[in-house]
């Protein structure tokens, strides 16, 4: 257990509906990744937190898509009117600092537009 | 071409057996290489770091050739629990700032009583 948490674990909704997941990751985390992982795919990044500033955010992050870090804590990452290519799992990841690459995932939520 | 490429398998092996997978990446200046592996449904999980001096966990054996840019994974007598997708991951430091990690798509590994 990487102690990083994620609620929902699975979501459905209707295409058009606006989603939000929650990522608690553990306090030594200053971190905190996004990413997307469709059937048969490795995870591709979505975002990036170091603390509270968001860094960097990838194409992929469409106008949609929004995510906070507002205390250098849990995250949010919403997707406002979600389409049926946004199904996928999303994981959010944690990452000390410094000098390490090693992320450490939480279990994911899984979204299914339909 | 992707920046990290593995075989996608799958790769059906019986118990005991030794079965290797193979990476490739792209971009020469990453500085950091790990094996995750993934159940069905569920997050990655680090399995291991992966050295140029090769390093060993157990039944497992990671291998890094930087010249050719070239990472290997051997795992020594299967067990069905070692039923899983394999992903080779790449990490570095991107001209953001960002520590970023590049995953393979994964190699599928069925080990079968």
């Known amino acids: 257990d990487t102690g990083v948490s994620q609620n929902p674990r699975h979501k459905i909704t209707k295409r058009g509906q606006n989603v939000t997941f929650r990522c608690d990751p553990i306090?030594?985390?200053?971190?905190l990744y996004w990413y997307r992982q469709t059937l048969g795919q490795g995870p591709e990044f979505l975002t990036y937190f170091q603390n509270e500033a968001q860094l960097e955010k990838s194409r992929l992050l469409s106008d949609r898509f929004s995510a906070e870090r507002p205390k250098g804590s849990f995250s949010t990452l919403e997707i406002q009117r979600t389409e049926q290519g946004d199904s996928a799992m999303y994981l959010c990841?944690?990452?000390?600092?410094?000098?390490?690459?090693?992320?450490?995932f939480g279990p994911g939520t899984r979204l299914t537009v339909l | 071409r992707k920046e990290v490429e593995q075989d996608p398998g799958p790769f059906n092996v019986p118990e005991g057996a030794t079965v290797a997978f193979n990476c490739t990446y792209s971009n020469s200046a990453s500085q950091s290489f790990f094996w995750y592996r993934q159940d069905c449904r569920k997050e990655p999980k680090l399995l291991m770091s992966v050295y140029s001096s090769g390093n060993e966990d157990g039944r497992f054996t990671a291998q890094l050739n930087r010249a050719s840019q070239y990472i290997s994974l051997l795992i020594r007598d299967s067990k069905l629990s070692d039923s899983a997708t394999y992903l080779c991951?790449?990490?570095?430091?991107?001209?953001?700032?960002?520590?970023?990690?590049?995953f393979g798509s994964g190699t599928r590994l069925q080990v079968q009583p």
């Open positions: 990841a944690g990452s000390p600092t410094p000098g390490t690459d090693t992320q450490y």
């Open positions: 991951v790449v990490g570095g430091l991107m001209d953001t700032g960002r520590r970023a990690l590049t």
């Open positions: 306090s030594e985390h200053n971190r």
